[in-house]
């Protein structure tokens, strides 16, 4: 059975950092391409990050420069530094992972989530 674990959330005031990892079982994760995707209220889901099968990353506008995606195949672990955080970066951010698909429509596993709240 395979799940992905989400953690590192909570809040944090504008300007801050946080750093999220994922915690993927049941999977070789060298074989999968890895997100992270986020979802605020009344908005639609949108790609954050992106880590190919080869480890080459790619990113939304709205956080180039901001959020880095890393992953240690070794411990099937994703991980996502955010640093100067704003308070359009609330939202609840989504682990997955996708066996032939990187970018938007990549779905095949997901997380259940965790919350990221930044505050003014």
């Known amino acids: 059975q395979v799940q992905l674990v989400e953690s590192g959330g909570g809040e944090v005031q504008a300007g801050g950092s946080l750093r999220l990892s994922c915690v993927a079982s049941g999977l070789t994760l060298s074989k999968y391409a890895v997100g992270w995707f986020r979802q605020a209220p009344g908005k639609e889901r949108e790609v954050v990050a992106v880590s190919t099968w080869n480890g080459s990353p790619f990113y939304g506008d709205s956080v180039k420069g901001r959020f880095t995606i890393s992953r240690d195949n070794a411990a099937s672990t994703v991980y996502l530094q955010m640093n100067q955080l704003k308070t359009e970066d609330t939202a609840v951010y989504y682990c997955?992972?996708?066996?032939?698909?990187?970018?938007?429509?990549?779905?095949?596993?997901w997380g259940q989530g965790t919350q990221v709240t930044v505050s003014s």
């Open positions: 997955v992972a996708d066996l032939q698909v990187a970018g938007p429509y990549m779905d095949d596993y």
